[in-house]
């Protein structure tokens, strides 16, 4: 069964049409010069169905949220497609996982993709919604340096067969070779999504860009470097949305906070805001 559940859509007037992406779901109704979006987010939808665009007959939840948009009269078709994160995503290891000196590792991690809803012809964009919202995080060495965040309650998987596949999220596969004569502690991963791409192989499954570190010292640099690409892990696939932010393929960072976050201990201050 195909995961597809983008691309473009006409909607005659008095039309609705009904999306379920896992937590999501996402009613679009065209009325006359306008387009109604609502959206409604259930914490325990991971298992329900997924629905495409399906024609439904335009009852919306009461406690859906609902937003109507002017548009012109002729304005009748939409382009819906899946959008990484705005912000990077730290993904807390379940267990401890150490890289000993000379090691390396393959880590698959998966993370909520958002839906970008636009007007099609040129595009122009109207609504983007997260399928699933998560919680904020501060990632840095102190309250006062570092970077807001999300924060992604998922174990990391270091083999691609336990990743479970699911149409509204994505997977980065993240390559990490600490070629320093310490130990590397991964307690949190942080993967840089505003700067990755969106692939989808033949099943509708999302990938990013592989994300690769490379530790040449014993210190907290490191070296990063970005895919071009989906992943071979992935087999075939096409693009389906590029980054919402560019950045250079290969950057020397400062310290693991710029991508893999140390023990608690050493480095990093986090802080989860349900």
Request: proline share 8%; hydrophobic share 40%.
């Amino acid at each position: 069964m195909s995961g597809i559940w983008w691309g473009g859509f006409e909607f005659e007037e008095g039309e609705t049409r009904l999306w379920r992406l896992g937590p999501l779901s996402v009613w679009i109704t065209r009325a006359s010069a306008e387009f109604r979006i609502a959206t409604k987010s259930e914490p325990d939808g991971d298992e329900s169905p997924l629905l495409a665009g399906v024609a439904c007959d335009g009852v919306v939840p009461e406690n859906a949220d609902l937003v109507r948009y002017g548009v012109g009269r002729q304005e009748g078709r939409l382009e819906i497609t899946p959008a990484v994160a705005d912000r990077p995503v730290v993904v807390k290891s379940e267990t401890s996982y150490v890289v000993a000196p000379g090691g390396s590792v393959t880590a698959f991690v998966s993370s909520p993709v958002w839906v970008n809803i636009q007007l099609s012809d040129p595009l122009r964009p109207l609504r983007e919604e997260p399928t699933w919202r998560p919680s904020d995080t501060w990632f840095g060495p102190s309250t006062m340096v570092g970077q807001l965040c999300y924060a992604v309650r998922t174990s990391v998987r270091y083999v691609l067969e336990n990743v479970p596949a699911r149409p509204y999220r994505a997977v980065s596969v993240v390559r990490i070779y600490n070629l320093a004569d310490t130990p590397l502690p991964l307690a949190r991963l942080r993967l840089p999504m505003p700067f990755l791409s969106l692939f989808a192989d033949r099943n509708g499954r999302l990938w990013t860009e592989a994300v690769t570190l490379e530790r040449r010292a014993d210190d907290d640099l490191a070296e990063v470097k970005l895919g071009e690409a989906a992943p071979r892990e992935a087999g075939p696939c096409a693009l389906v949305a590029g980054p919402r932010e560019k950045m250079e393929r290969r950057s020397l960072l400062p310290s693991f906070t710029g991508l893999l976050g140390l023990h608690k201990d050493k480095v990093e201050y986090e802080r989860v805001v349900e």
